[in-house]
């Protein structure tokens, strides 16, 4: 059994998160509930639940300064963190680099069904809790221009210099990262998600299933239907529909 508390402000959310909960999953059982950072706080370290469904937004603050408070008082947070958001650009990009976990406000039951099935393969992890330390440390910058980026493997929870990678290929619903004096990570995530993340960081999708970083890109083949070179010193194919924009960027470089 996976215990849980809730953390938000609005009673009706509460109310109705934990009735989805009780509908889905037999594993998860809700330990207590809270509305504020200070009464979050007290039951976090009075219950010391396995996992966290947290409120960005609460009456006397914001969850941020429960995961704060917590770690300069107890070190490390010791939980599964799910935060519950409205629709914010800026927190929901700090979480896909930091590799959290969200729900969004109102609770959609597929989405958090999906949500359930990460909690219980959390469950099984051990984690160093270094996302949270990346969440913190990206919200307290107040930029969207993150450097880091947390990448979530059967292993545990790994953190790299975006500028490192060299290229990220498709693996069916996997995507596999090549990065700088590292061996290959394979992550369970689409290669769509992670273009839609870095594209703005120097990155461009060249083919259905490669993106690459064009700060590492070396040579441009017009030969053999097109491809690059790469860093690494792989040969990536450049779809038809790419070449153009390709040419485009290299010119720019």
């Not at 596999?176 to 394979?186: A, Q, S």
């Not at 369970?188 to 839609?196: F, I, M």
């Amino acid at each position: 059994m996976i215990t849980a508390l809730l953390i938000d402000d609005d009673k009706h959310l509460r109310t109705g998160l934990k009735a989805l909960l009780e509908r889905y999953t037999n594993d998860i059982f809700i330990v207590g509930e809270a509305e504020s950072v200070k009464t979050g706080i007290a039951a976090i370290e009075k219950l010391r639940p396995q996992v966290i469904f947290l409120d960005i937004h609460l009456t006397d603050g914001t969850g941020f300064d429960i995961l704060e408070n917590l770690s300069k008082v107890n070190g490390k947070v010791k939980a599964h963190v799910v935060f519950i958001t409205a629709h914010e650009q800026y927190a929901l990009k700090a979480f896909k680099f930091s590799a959290l976990d969200f729900i969004l406000k109102p609770v959609d039951p597929e989405e958090l069904q999906d949500t359930i099935v990460k909690i219980k393969e959390a469950a099984g992890k051990k984690n160093s809790f270094e996302n949270i330390d990346l969440l913190l440390e990206n919200i307290r910058k107040k930029v969207d221009n993150f450097k880091r980026i947390a990448l979530s493997t059967s292993d545990g929870i790994h953190l790299f210099e975006v500028a490192d990678i060299i290229r990220c290929e498709a693996k069916a619903n996997y995507t596999e990262f090549f990065i700088k004096n590292h061996k290959p990570v394979l992550i369970s995530k689409t290669l769509k998600e992670y273009e839609e993340m870095l594209t703005e960081h120097g990155f461009e999708r060249i083919h259905q299933s490669h993106l690459i970083n064009l700060s590492y890109l070396k040579s441009y083949i017009k030969s053999d239907g097109g491809y690059v070179i790469m860093a690494d010193n792989s040969n990536i194919p450049i779809a038809q529909s790419k070449k153009e924009k390709l040419q485009e960027l290299i010119k720019s470089l």
